[in-house]
Structure formats: C-alpha cells, structure tokens
C-alpha cells in the first residue's frame, strides 16, 4: 500500500513539474512576441506612383468615405484600429521629387510596407512602376520583420491588368534594373560590397527576399453616382499585421 502512495505521489510531481514547464514555456512565447511587436514600428507607410490612388483608400480608411483625388505634396497622417490595436497610415507623396523625401522620414519607425500600382496603366509606366519599388525593397532588406503589400489599385477597370500579370511584369522589370544598377556600383565603386536584391546566379524572384511579400487587388466602384471601395485583400492583410 505505502508502494502505490509513493508511486502516486511520484505521477503527481511529475505531473506537476511538466505543467510547470508548460506554463514557463506558454509564458515565453508570449513574452517573445509581445516584444517582438514592441520593437517593430508602428507606421504603415503607403507608398506608389502618383494616380495609383494612395490618397483615395487613404481617405476610405482614416473617414471611411472618398474624396476627390488629389496629388499630395506633404504626407497624409491617420490612424485605424484593428483587431483592438491602433496602426499609423502614413500616406507617402508620388510625385517623385518628394516621394524618398517622406519616406526617408518615416522608414525608421516602419511596421509595413503597402506599394499601390495603377492596374490600367502599370504596363506603359512600368519602368518607373519597378524602379521606384526595387528603390524601396533595397531599404526594406536591410530592416527585420517588414511586411510588404503590392496593392494593385482599380481593378474594376476593363484594362486593368491582374495582380498574377502585374507580379510577372515586375518580376521582369526588376531583374533588368538589377543587373543594370549592379553593373552600374561595380563601375562606380567595385571595392565596396553592396546589397544585392534577391539571389545571385539566379532570376529575381520575390520569394528569395528577407521581407514577406504579398499581392492584393482592389479597386473602386460607382453605384447609382456613389463611389465605394472594395478593399476586403487589404483589411484582411491588415488583421494578419496585428
């Protein structure tokens, strides 16, 4: 009878000692990540061209409602909530005189990047379309836990381009301008080693970069001479953030 106690006793602490492990286990891993998102930023920086409609879907978020489009000379600065937890909009100019401008401003303090691309007109500005995007991935490599959102913008549009098209577009784009600015710091400085985007020896490719990149559509609607949004792929990437 005193065997059975004691083999009792002995289940119970170690019982007791794997629940307590358990429980510092559980209490790490959040730990973990609550300091994770503390050291990220909190800012949302919403980058593009000019007339891909940044400030359009700015204004949807921050007043729930559309104003007429203009082009932005200063930054736009709201915020949102969601899932209980507050995100800074920053809506980047595109002009390109002003656009590194303000994004330099605000990188340090980044939590996510969203790139809006005009799915109409993408294919005719794509050199500008790729060049300021390879600009801005060659920053965000060297920060940690980017996310980064290829927003492509009016899809509603009859000679909108899909987002699946528009990823192959750039992918093509990009690895040019790769090889050309390569070529070009080797001329320039060939004692110093550069960033180099993606892999070497091989085709760009998304997938190969430090940052998580994802692809969405949305677009604009007119309904009985009422404007509406469709900006569902950004709102549920919004929740993935927090």
Known sequence: ????????????TIVGIILAIFVVLITLVVFYFR????????????TGLSDSGKTTIFTRLIHSKIVESYTSIIENVGEIRVNNSLLKIVDIPGHERLRYKFYEKH???????????????????????????????????TQKNINVLILCN???????????????ILVKEINLLRTTKTSELETTDSSTKKL?????????????LN???EFAECSTHEINSQK????????????KLV
């Open 196 to 208: 180099y985007l993606g892999k070497q020896g091989k085709t760009f490719d998304f997938n190969d």
């Open 154 to 168: 009016k899809m509603d549009n009859t000679l909108a381009k899909s987002s699946n098209v528009i990823k192959d």
């Open 107 to 141: 990188r340090s303090s980044m939590r996510a990047l969203i790139y809006m691309i005009n799915s109409v007109t993408v294919q005719k500005e794509i050199r500008d379309v790729a060049e300021y995007l390879y600009n801005l991935l060659m920053t965000v490599e």
């Open 35 to 46: 300091q994770k998102n503390k050291s990220l930023g909190r800012n949302i920086l919403l």
């Open 1 to 12: 009878m005193e065997s059975l106690n004691e083999d009792s006793d002995d289940q119970t």
């Open 228 to 239: 509406t949004v469709d900006i569902n792929q950004l709102e549920e990437w919004f929740k």
């Open 211 to 213: 940052c998580k990149i």
